[in-house]
């Protein structure tokens, strides 16, 4: 092994989604990073759909964001569709999704690693962790250069023993077109990891020239396409219609002709897939009542005449894939550029790792994006975000920055996983979030700008905007409270018009604010200073004034859970021996090995009183450190 | 440090133990003494003197209800178990005394404790050294906890599986809620919301009907009634002096209501019973005015809540008796096989419709325990399950938790009426559903994710 010779604060393993951000950080924090992928070619590449957000995943997006990570600017620099989902639902659950075109996500991502100071990027591919006993010194990579790093964080995607089905034919590979790595799994199974298999798939990617969009629906691109970053003042791209197709009885009968051959159906897949990304075949055989499923036909770019079936993805053999996306209206001479696959991959139980993302084995390793279990683009880069900044804050002798479930999307995402673990590949949904009317798109800077800010990763003028705005929507919130309605004519006449003459002299704004009925829409018909608040302003006062009530409610909850949540269990608590625990929480525990009360509390089948129990033996045992 | 809010809960084993006491720990306790409580002596520029007793009464905030006498002491921070305010009130032990004291906590501000909280309080504000042996016993040996939990558990697993029911209909809306926001592009129709109301109107109501069955508040208020039956030389008469002259009961002498009856009022471990003896028959003539007797005592046996049939044990059974027996109609009734000092000459399987048998010496003194014991139990332990098998409600965190289920569900109907968006309309469902939980175990995400997943056809 040639032994290179730079030293390395941080060693990312894997340049996709997760590794793009676990490299950005720490190299924006001040630490000298590498970033090793299998192919320079192949960093940032959407495996799978070409689009980043939507519902919860969008969320994380802007919460990357405001922590200052990069996944927000890169989409509106490259997105060539932005939509607002659930427009016509509260804000709380309202999420952004854009189209992206592939290959200049790709290229801008590149862009942005390579002209990024402290950050060396590197062809390679990682076989084994470099050991000295029990301690991490670097990475070992097939060309036979040894690269030595303080750190290590390992996203490695689907790649690990990557193996693609289509139909009963299978071969190894990390992506179709990419190669597995190999060698790497097994190493980490060596040192004592949980490893498992997991399965995907994606749909086959079809030549536009071949469909009849004019017998398609077409969905077009906001009017005004609202960007992810909180920074991007305007989308520039130009913005290229979706379209809508339909499977038929005739579509659902020729899957059905091939279910015999579908390594999934005969077995030949051991991996488990996602219940909530099935493939077609799946959705047909689980909902055989269903008349018909639909389909957005996205392009995967402005310059490709690829485009993408959504919701279509398979491992049927070859000659049914074509019979069946044939079967549809409008695809009646479709050809298929890349067929759809399945793919089974190996992953790591996230149950290994603190809430830190360091794993609890080895010291000064971490684990970010699909290797943890989970699946999508934006899961990813919200742990390799989280990583790349303890990572950074290892490297400078600091305290580890931990996410608590009730501020981000990604802090409920990292309990999850680190808690409870995963059985299928984990996705983000709203519903995972038992404070979601907190965590919104549109206050994630309100949530995390100000931790973004103090790690480094957010500069100065970001910053005094934020600071700004902040500023701006206090003083709003201040002034509606204590201005109050006189009920002169014109007012009396507004109220009658829009519905509410029950409204009494005096009445402050606020009260005002908080009916159903009015907005600042209608209040700035009869009040001047609205008028001039931006629309950011006007945006965050109105959702906190709405929601109100429920929120208090849930900051309540919070406070209440708060000082069980922050009990650090020490590495080493011994749980055995414990009177008044069942021998069955005992096992539990010690396999869970919960970071803190909080955690322990959320595992399945722990009750109270066994939290109460640990809690009083922490103490006792002296053992129990309250970190601040 | 943080503002915690106040709880209460029950720190004495349930059951006949001599006094009972309720824990209030938070910075609401002096407040809630000051409320529920009116001592003889005079408070301390007002406001309780720490570590000191004082006697007085229990009144309940919301009807100024006499609950009974007995001592508080309040503990102000840090020197107390919790290291926050704490106060202790102590009563009489009877199960429905301290359960009521407990209830006018709740309804004075406080919180019901989940099981293990005080503990954990005193974890969480540091308090080290008493900690470890006080809490260790506390949830172990648990007088708090684990014997609540214990003594509830069969009144839980019934009420239970009644919520299980309940549930079911709200994990399937919240699902369809849940679906609904998370897959916009999934063509999940809002409209199915709809389908759900008419469920969910059901488990409201449900969930009152369990509320009305709520026993401890009009058994405590009202007390129950006992009605004893018997031929004239039966021990009617002994019984109820044994009976009033219980060493644990409390006597106070009512006037009867009517003339022909007594009606004494003892409190059985807490539990005020009302015994009506159709003792005015005793002092009228035999034959025909004792039919009068027996009629006007049987006017009274459809409003009693059990009957004591009374029947001379060292006797052969009379058909009076068997006759009185099957005149006694839906209203339950305990054999009482009185002179059980004597050799006993009864064939009791001809009682077949009594809810047990019960042989007392009221001379000797002997069963009259048994008979105290199973009235308290027949009345508050068993109380869970109506004769028809319906679950009740009897513990004041039973009650406490279903209110809380129920006005999620009011909000909930409130907000879909007002066209509220789906997410309010979610945690409205969710704050019932976790309520719930606190007896029928949580809902879990992948449960709901389980759900949404099996019911809709979803994901791209
Ligand atoms: C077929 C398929 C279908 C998918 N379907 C969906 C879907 O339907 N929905 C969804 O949300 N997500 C889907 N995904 C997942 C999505 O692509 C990933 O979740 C996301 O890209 C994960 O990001 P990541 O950074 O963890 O890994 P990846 O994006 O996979 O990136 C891993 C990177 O690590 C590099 N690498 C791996 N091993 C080594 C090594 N040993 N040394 C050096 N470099 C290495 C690889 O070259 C690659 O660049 C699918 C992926 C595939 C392949």
Redesign the interface.
Known sequence: MHCYETKYDVIVVGAGHAGCEAALAPARMGCLTLLLNMSLDGMAVMSCNPSIGGLAKGHLVREIDALGGEMAKNIDATGIQFRVLNTRKGPAVRAGRAQADKQLYRLRMKYVLEHQDNLHVKQGEVTALYMQGDELMGVDTRSGIRFIGRTVILTTGTFMRGLIHIGLINYPGGRAGDLPSAGLSDDLRGLGFDVGRLKTGTPARLDGRTIDFSRLEAQYSDDNPVPFSFSTKRITMPQIPCYIAYTNSKTHEIIRSGLDRSPLYSGVIEGIGPRYCPSIEDKIVRFPEKERHQTFIEPEGLETVEYYPSGMSSSLPIDIQIAFYRSMEGLEKVEMMRPAYGIEYDYVNPIQLHATLETKLIKNLFHAGQINGTSGYEEAAGQGLLAGINAALRVKGKEPVRFARHESYIGVMVDDLVTLGVKEPYRMFTSRAEHRLLLREDNADIRLRDLGYRLGLVDEDTYSDFCNKKDEINKELERIKVTRIGLTPVEKEWCSHHDCKDIQKGTTLDQILRRPEIGYDQLQEIDQISKELTKEVREQVEIQIKYQGYISRQMEQIERMRKQEEVRIPEEFDYNNIPGLTLEVQEKLKRYKPDTLGQAARIEGITPAAVAIVAVMLKSRGEQKVES | M????TIAAIATPLGAGGIGIVRVSGPDSESIGKLIFSGSKKIIGGGFESHRLFYGRFFHPSDGFLIDEGMLVLMRAPRSYTREDVLELHCHGGYLIVSKLLDACVAAGARLA????F??RA??NGR?DL??AE??SD??SSST??SL?LAQSQREGHLSRSLAELRSPLIDALALV?AY???????VDPLVIGAVLDRIAAVRSSLQKLLDTFTTAKVLREGVSVLLLGRPNAGKSSLLNALTGTERAIVSHLPGTTRDLIEETVSLYGLPVKIIDAAGIRSHHFDSVEQEGVRRALDKVGSADLILLLIDGSKPVLNEDLELASNLGKTPYLLVLTKSDLPHMVDTAKFENAIGICPVSAKQAVGINDLTMFIYDYFVSSSVVSSDGVALVSTVRHRDILLRAFSSLERFSYNQL???????L??DL?EALSALGEITGET??DE???L???SF????
């Open positions: 943080y503002i915690l809010d989940e099981p293990g909280e503990t954990r974890f969480l080290i900690a470890q809490s260790i949830i172990i906890d684990r939990a849940e926001i998370d897959f916009p592009e999934d063509e007002i066209n509220s968006p789906p997410e309010l979610s945690l969710r879990t995400a709901l994710l389980d949404i997943f099996s056809c979803i994901g791209k």
